[in-house]
């Protein structure tokens, strides 16, 4: 049974999740999407801190925690945003992390302009579409030694 998103750090207790430093936030993503790894890339700009990981969908640590969640590791159509324990999904975790960069990144803060159920149903077509809409890239291939730093698992 998938965890509550809104219950701070579950994943602590479930055994099938390795450990990791959970103290900063994590951002789950698929390493062979185009479009993910441009988010990648501007989740390394945007974060001025420079404390938010990457974790590639294809490690065992990312598989996990989006099986705790409820997504299939093998064909996510979610991003998951691990922030203080708690997860966030798809566009509302775009949002979320956009808007703890500040800057430039609270830009995505307008996606809140559209109903939930709206911004939900856009969300899984362009999941469902990215390879064909953006095609492949591999964020792990990225040549910066920063961003090398921010991934994990």
């Not at 579950?10 to 993503?29: E, N």
């Not at 991003?79 to 808007?99: M, P, T």
């Not at 591999?138 to 920063?146: F, G, I, Q, S």
Request: aromatic share 10%; proline share 8%; net charge negative.
């Amino acid at each position: 049974m998938p965890s509550d998103p809104s219950v701070p750090y579950s994943f602590r207790d479930d055994a099938g999740v390795p450990q990791f430093d959970d103290t900063v936030p994590v951002a789950v993503m698929d390493a062979d999407c185009a479009i993910c790894s441009w988010g990648a890339r501007m989740i390394h700009r945007l974060d001025q801190t420079g404390t938010v990981r990457i974790c590639p969908m294809q490690t065992p640590l990312g598989a996990a925690l989006l099986d705790h969640y409820g997504l299939e590791p093998t064909d996510p159509t979610s991003w998951l945003f691990i922030d203080a324990g708690r997860a966030h999904e798809d566009f509302d975790a775009v949002i979320h992390a956009a808007h703890s960069f500040g800057g430039w990144g609270r830009v995505a803060l307008v996606l809140k302009v559209i109903p939930k159920p709206i911004r939900d149903w856009l969300y899984v077509r362009l999941a469902r579409n990215r390879y064909r809409i953006f095609g492949h890239g591999d964020m792990c291939a990225l040549p910066d030694p920063a961003f090398q730093k921010r991934l994990i698992g």
